[in-house]
């Protein structure tokens, strides 16, 4: 079954002087349990495109299914509630709190969706143990290493037991070492949890690790 259907999608940026289509009728689905990927050269509308699905931007035409959500069609306090509990979103930069702790930025999605603060902080330990980085647990923002900081922002990400995982360049600033650590962290929660895992990537590596990939082209999108 799908997780993600989107039919005819098309997005258009108004400049004042002209229309800009970025996004030219795009069809494609994401196939529960499993991970896709959209590779792309910079400027292709990848990010638009992943905006569009995690509900932070309008469509222009045609319709977006998602974690059996119409997304097209909801409130801006529907889309809320559907970013909160059924999408984890990671992207390339982290916006950690700066004066919460390690643990304390991973619980605070949990928090915001109405989990006590013993319930959330259990479910942060869970997820900084699957980062490995349980012994930064007290460390704020500053006190950690940009790949650290990653790590904890995709723990973040995962609080809230999304099914469709959204992520955008989730490696693009790491070195080698952390690159790999969060590319097998987000193909483990396909492999071992059946999540859903939709990944924006020019990494070929991680492109290769895929179930299905879509390439864009000028906001043209073909199946590979
Ligand atoms: N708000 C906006 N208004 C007008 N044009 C925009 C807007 N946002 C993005 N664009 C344009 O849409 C096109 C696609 O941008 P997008 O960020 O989706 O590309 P991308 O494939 O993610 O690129 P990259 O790999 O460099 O991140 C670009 O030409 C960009 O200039």
Redesign the pocket.
């Known amino acids: 079954m799908d997780i993600l259907k989107i039919n005819q999608l098309k ?1 258009v ?3 004042g002087a002209e229309d ?1 289509t ?1 996004l030219h009728d795009l069809n494609m689905n994401v196939e529960g349990g499993k991970s896709t990927v959209i590779t ?12 569009l699905i995690g509900g932070m ?1 309008n469509l222009s035409s045609g319709e977006i299914y998602s974690c059996g959500f119409p997304i097209h069609t909801m409130t801006e306090k529907q889309l809320t509630e559907y970013r909160r509990k059924s999408i984890g979103l990671v992207f390339q930069s982290h916006y950690l709190l700066k004066d919460f702790s390690a643990l304390e930025n991973i619980a605070i999605p949990a928090r915001i969706a109405g989990f006590d603060k013993k319930k959330a902080l259990m479910k942060a330990e869970e997820l900084i143990e699957k980062v490995g980085l349980a012994d930064r647990k007290e460390h704020f923002p500053s006190q950690l290493s940009g790949g650290e900081r990653q790590r904890i922002a995709l723990a973040r990400s995962l609080v809230n037991d999304p099914e469709l995982i959204l992520a ?2 989730p490696t693009g600033n790491l070195d080698e070492k952390n690159s790999r650590i969060v590319e097998d962290i987000l193909f483990s929660l396909v492999e071992e949890f059946g999540k859903s895992l939709l990944l ?1 990537t ?1 990494n070929l590596i991680l492109a290769e690790r895929v179930d299905k990939a879509y390439h ?1 082209t000028g ?1 043209v999108l073909e199946e590979k």
């Open positions: 997005k940026f108004s400049t800009l970025i792309g050269e910079s400027g292709s509308g990848k990010s638009t495109l992943l905006n931007d955008d360049e924006v020019h864009l906001g």
